[in-house]
Structure formats: C-alpha cells, structure tokens
DNA sequence: ACCTGAACACCGTTCAAGT
DNA sequence: ACCTGAACACCGTTCAAGT
C-alpha cells in the first residue's frame, strides 16, 4: 500500500486541500498542512505550486470550471438562480474564487477560468437585447451580490423561494420588454 | 515625546492597522505588526482586542460606519453610484467588510453596523414600491456584486460612467413604474 | 526530477510575572 | 488595570543534500 504519490502528488494535494476547505474554512489551508495530509515533507508540494497561493488559485480553477458545469446545465433565465446555488452549496470554494486572495494578474489559467464562466452568463443576453454586454454585467452583479450578501448572512432568508423573489423583481432596461 | 498610550492603545492600535490594511492588504494584518507599529510589547493588544478577528472586526465596524455616512450624503437614485464608489475607494477596508473573514455571530456590534447601513438603502426604496424588502435587497446586491466584481477585475472598464450605464440598466419590477 | 531535514523569520496565543 | 518576556505550536519559504 503506503500511497506512493509517483506523478499525482499535485493531485493528491489539491484534493486533501479541497477536501479541508468545505470543512475547515480558507484560514485553514496550508501547504504544511496538505503535504501532510498527502503523506510527504512539508516540502515537497513546492514541486508543484511556487507558493501557498498557486495552491489556492488551483482550487479557485477548480471552482470555476465546476460553476461553468452548473451554468452549462441551466438555460436561460435559470442561470442565475444556478449561480447562486452553486454559491451556497460551496460557500467556502465561492469566496475563495471571489474573495480577492489571489492575484488575476498573476495567475492566467484563473483569468480564463473565470471569464469563461462569465462568457455563459453573457450568452443568454447575447441576440435578444441591444446592450448585451451591459444587460450582463448588471446581471452578473445581481447574482453575485445576492450570493455573497446571503453567505455572509446580511439577509435573514436564504431560501430558494427568497432567491426567485429577488431575482425576479429585476428587469434589464436594455432588454426585450422594451422593444417588445 | 515618547508617545504614552494611556488609555488610548486601543485607538493607536486601529490607526496603525487601519493605514497597514490600505497600503499592504488584510493578509499582512497582524496584532504583533500593529503592537510593534505602536511601540509596545507584543502582548499588549490582548487588553483591548481578544483575538486577531476582533481586530479586523473594529476595522470593519470603521469601515460600515464611513460607508453609511457616504450613503447619508447621496440620496435616492445615487445610492447606488455612491455604494459603489465607496468600494473603490476603500477596497481593502471593502473586502475586510464582506470578504467572510469575520463571523457576524460573534461580533454584535459589527452586525448592527451593517444592517444600520443597509436599511439606509432600504429607505430609498420605502413608500414608493410595493415590497420595499425585496427591491432593496435585488438593488444591494446589484451594486454590491457590481463592486466586488470590478475589485476582482472581472471588468475591462472600472470608470464611473460605465457604473451608472450597468445600474441604469436595471429596473426593478415591483417599483412604481408598473402601476404607473 | 523528486523528495528530504535543518534552518530562518514570521505568526497567534497562553502563562507567569512585574508595576 | 496594564504591560512585559518567555514559551509553544504553528506557518511560508529557502537551502544544501540525498536518490
């Protein structure tokens, strides 16, 4: 047995720290901590990630390609109720993602990762508005605000039935409704 | 000279971490870098602070009351902007306030100065909307999200005019321009 | 290439002690 | 009450060395 770690050792440490920050918070990772988890020196993760935050913009990646996969499956007028569950159902992976810890300008794999995802958001506004990308930006700020203020828990509901009412008591100026 | 602290250690300790958090980000918070900066031991924080998040959460509670006395100046429609303009101009005393990394639960007072600054947005939007609550809460958590977004970097454009272009593209629908 | 142990400079936090 | 120094258990990061 005894996990010999051959060429997935990064892998072995992306998933101990994944697995840490659902449960134990951002504060709780460390690359001390994941090698051990992983079974190695403290130092060997450092073949892998230059430092603890290309660890964490790793786990950021992660996150992103996974929101795609959620935004992917929702169409439409869906999508944002889609990102907000996939805030509240990984809060700790969604302010890792968005909480300023990591760099953009030094990490351009995470760039791609998440303008990618934004790029689903403005498809659905994309052929049926005049300002797409303005419609997007307000609706992307509309789910994001609400995905946040409701994790860090500035409103007292936080169910679905809440998201639908908030959500749905926007309408984009730029849209349809107007020419409609 | 030799700058006694008295009674005022507390504040000495907040004006030094307060200027740090600006110029060098919510990492390089520390009680021992702030009790250095104000020129006693390491351990003489602990009279005034529990621990490093009570710390942070007086940083926050400073930055909730600044960010409602901007609201108080704007009025009505220029809520909004000047929400906006508040998390650009203070963006690491921003993150400290929203970034989760203090548990609202065990700082009352940090709670109460949010909700406070909330319910200024709120009163915007009493009187002339059916659901007051949900029109202000869809309305923060556009502008909330749009200032988080472009702290991140998400946007090409950060200026003021592209600002208002977003917020202007939304209407809320349960406001007055549906029964007018 | 990949991994190791020793070392350095930082933390937060606790404790016993001084005035 | 307020402040101190010593101590403990953690970090991130660098370095010289092993296979």
Redesign the pocket.
Known sequence: MST????D?RAALLRAAGKRLEKQGIA??????A??RA??????P????????ALLAALAAEGFHLLGQELDKASGREMGEAYVRFALQHPQRFRLMFGGRIALDKHPQLRAAASSAFDQLQAAFSGYVLDARTAAAAAWSLVHGLSHLILDGHFEQRDEEFVKRVLGAVRFAVGPQRSA
């Open positions: 010999y770690h051959h060429g050792l709780a990772l460390s690359l001390r901590g090698a051990r079974g190695v020196s403290h130092n060997a450092y073949r892998h990630f230059a430092d603890r935050e």
